[in-house]
């Protein structure tokens, strides 16, 4: 077998390889990227409830938090409570924020909710696993410079077509490099 041949069957195993791995990160990449318009990988959910109204402004006590949950038919203790202000509570249970406000005696529910399709590709984007899965991206941008080389000895013989090819990779270089110099 030819090295030719021999490059042409690396490039395209690897390639073929590659495509889920490059599908996980190319979509949780974006997502990521544009973490400041919306969370990837939670969503909330509110439920809104109602209790007795109180008139009441001022440090809510713990017997007066007690009280107004198993109002609400929780039964569990907050880990932690804040005031924001005289009038409103925000309870921490289990992951959830309980806001009750207490002249109006209403109540909002807040769950943080893992999104099922990205926080899966987000989790391992980001290589929260580590150990073993340090290994797969490791072996898997290993990967991505060997299809980058046997691509670019793959460059066709007409020299227009080359020309472009080396156009389009010296562009891909550069890219980064500028953002680098600009930004860095």
Known sequence: ????????????????????????????????NHVRDWNPNYKVEKVRAQIMPR????????AMIRGMLQELGEEKVPESTFQPDSETL??????RRISIHFP??????????????????NFLHLNHPKQAWTWVADLYAFALV?????????????SRLRKRALLLTGFGLAVPLVFILLLY
């Open 146 to 158: 060997v299809l980058s080389l046997t691509g670019l000895l793959m460059l066709p013989r007409s």
């Open 1 to 32: 077998m030819s090295w030719r041949k021999l490059n042409h069957a690396l490039h395209r195993d690897i390639g073929y390889a590659c495509i889920g791995l490059t599908m996980i990160y190319a979509l949780s990449g974006i997502a990521v």
């Open 104 to 121: 109006t005696g209403n109540v909002e529910h807040e769950r943080f909710v893992r999104r099922p399709f990205w926080y899966p590709l």
């Open 55 to 62: 008139k009441f402004s001022g440090i809510a006590t713990a």
């Open 90 to 95: 925000w309870a921490f249970i289990d992951g």
